[in-house]
């Protein structure tokens, strides 16, 4: 119901923008965030957006430099990365919870299957 794209492989310093599609859910009815896994780490919070998309908040790792915004009409959530950073290298995930946002992964409802983002130096 979550299908995340635009990962892919990009220079320290540069840009890219995921994506999420949702289908099957009320997509105005959910918050939505952004999750990453590094390898051998556990999954971190990203970033969350609540319904309207009027509110947001970050991990202060990616503060500055990462944006989330979302699109109610075409049901999908975006991600913009700026300035990346090598330490950014991760599989990211959206995920979406019925309610008002959360930093908390186990909150969330439905996951999408992830798009690897790496960044080298």
């Known amino acids: 119901q979550l299908q995340a794209s635009g990962g892919g492989l990009v220079q320290a310093g540069g840009s890219l923008r995921l994506s999420c599609a949702a289908s099957?859910?009320?997509?105005?009815?959910?918050?939505m965030g952004w999750f990453r896994q590094a390898p051998g780490k556990g999954r971190e919070f990203v970033t969350t957006?609540?319904?309207?998309?009027?509110?947001?908040d970050y991990a202060d790792s990616v503060k500055g430099r990462f944006t989330i915004s979302r699109d109610n009409a075409k049901d999908t959530v975006y991600l913009q990365m700026n300035s990346l950073k090598p330490e950014d290298t991760a599989v990211y995930y959206c995920?979406?919870?019925?309610?008002?946002?959360?930093?908390?992964?186990?909150?969330?409802?439905?996951w999408g299957q992830g798009t690897l983002v790496t960044v080298s130096s």
């Open positions: 957006i609540n319904r309207s998309g009027g509110v947001t």
């Open positions: 995920a979406a919870r019925s309610g008002s946002f959360s930093s908390r992964a186990a909150a969330y409802d439905y």
């Open positions: 099957g859910l009320a997509f105005n009815t959910y918050a």
